[in-house]
């Protein structure tokens, strides 16, 4: 079952007025200001107070320690900045508090380190160029009318919409971003209107269900054999992005023509990432017609996606780096993204339409007969699933149709040997 609510993103072009886009600019200075402030704070506290009270050495100051600077009382604080620098509300209440949100996540992140303990870096000063996005944590689910969305103090601001919001989306969240080349706005969507169904008592049978097997060859291979490959245009992006990346390595850290390229990358990157999402919609929505229950691998994606380093000659001429026989055909394609199509979008359009995705232990899917259930040992680069019951098909497959049986029921553990 679906459990989480479905997040997209999506970015447009603003056209400010010269007003409305001086007004921005004050904003961020301002802003970025604060959040370097509110961070100093919090570094003095930490470096006055992070000795443990155990072993204070006798001669520690016995003043009393000021209280630490943290997230609410920082908040608090923005009350007493308006009064005292009162250009400081001009800045709607939101933003303003986001910002000290922003502060507080970067030290704790440096502290306590994420959610999985993983810590950053100490954070850094922002300077003006780094200091370029502000937020409204909440906006008005009808702030698009037309060409122009309103946001609160800025008023309305024409933009280009390239394409329209989903039907079922609401706008939730708008993050404004000053870019070299023009002012952009992100808007989170999150969709409503997932029904709350009951999809994990569908009885799953022969007839009603679906086995697939991801990301080798093909990007998803059906039990009932169809097989999907990644659109072409994928693969000739991908060999552009490549090259770019390479190229981009040999240019020197920090210079001019590096940063121009990082730039080509991002745009060329996001660009893929866009399409592909987009295709993985379409897809998930023709799988969901066609089965009630889906059962999919529950996938270790970690290893799948390294991709082998870029080799070059002298001239800069790119020589074979063994990606292309490690990738198989499509597979660095098939490899992007093929664990949020697993894990949130086909589950998604699943739950949206009544039908169920479930998750199916994937030992020995590609080492069985998926006729014969025999064990049939293959290595990775064995594209052809051959048995001596008769048995001939894409590996791929041979994977969807046993990734089927497991889900109906059938345990590959006991060893059969062909
Ligand atoms: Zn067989």
Not at 2 to 20: D, F, R, S, V, W
Not at 97 to 104: A, L
Not at 209 to 219: H, P, Q, R
């Amino acid at each position: 079952m679906y459990n989480g609510i479905m997040k997209i993103a999506y970015q447009y072009k603003l056209i400010p007025t010269y007003e409305q886009e001086s007004r921005m600019d004050k904003w961020l200075d301002m802003l970025r200001h604060q959040y370097n402030w509110l961070l100093s704070d919090r570094f003095d506290w930490w470096e006055m107070n992070r000795t443990a009270i155990d072993v204070c050495p006798l001669t520690c100051s016995i003043a009393t320690p000021r209280e630490q600077p943290e997230y609410y009382g920082q908040k608090r604080s923005l009350v007493l900045l308006k009064k005292e620098r009162d250009w400081y509300s001009d800045i709607h209440a939101d933003v303003l508090q986001d910002m000290v949100k922003r502060v507080d996540l970067a030290f704790s992140r440096f502290i306590k380190g994420d959610s999985k303990g993983k810590h950053s870096g100490r954070p850094r000063f922002k300077a003006k160029n780094r200091y370029r996005t502000f937020a409204f944590p909440r906006v008005k689910a009808d702030c698009i009318q037309g060409n122009q969305i309103t946001l609160p103090k800025l008023g309305a601001i024409k933009f280009i919409q390239h394409r329209p919001i989903p039907d079922g989306f609401v706008i939730k969240r708008a993050l404004v971003t000053n870019k070299a080349d023009c002012w952009y706005v992100t808007l989170t969507l999150e969709d409503v209107s997932v029904p709350d169904s009951l999809t994990d008592e569908i009885v799953a049978t022969e007839a009603n269900s679906l086995g697939i097997d991801a990301g080798l060859e093909y990007f998803i291979a059906c039990s009932d054999g169809t097989m999907i490959e990644p659109p072409k245009f994928f693969r000739k992006a991908e060999g552009r992005l490549a090259k770019l990346q390479s190229k981009r390595e040999l240019r020197s850290k920090g210079g001019k023509a590096r940063r121009k390229l990082n730039i080509r990358v991002a745009k060329l990157h996001q660009r893929i990432a866009r399409q592909r999402k987009q295709w993985h919609f379409e897809i998930a929505e023709k799988l969901v017609d066609r089965a009630e229950v889906i059962f999919v691998e529950a996938l270790k994606v970690s290893n799948m996606s390294r991709r082998n380093k870029p080799k070059q000659d002298e001239d800069g001429t790119f020589l074979p780096n063994g990606q292309a026989a490690k990738s198989g055909l499509n597979k660095s394609f098939a490899d992007g993204g093929i664990a949020g199509f697993l894990n949130e979008i086909l589950p998604y359009k699943a739950e949206k339409a009544g039908r169920s995705v479930r998750k199916v232990n994937p030992a020995g899917t590609s080492q069985h007969c998926a006729i014969c259930l025999n064990r049939v040992p293959k290595e990775l680069g064995d594209r052809w699933h051959y048995c001596s019951c008769g048995a001939s098909m894409p590996r791929d497959l041979n994977s969807g149709i046993l990734i089927k049986k497991v889900g109906l029921g059938i345990s590959l553990t006991i060893k059969r040997e062909g």
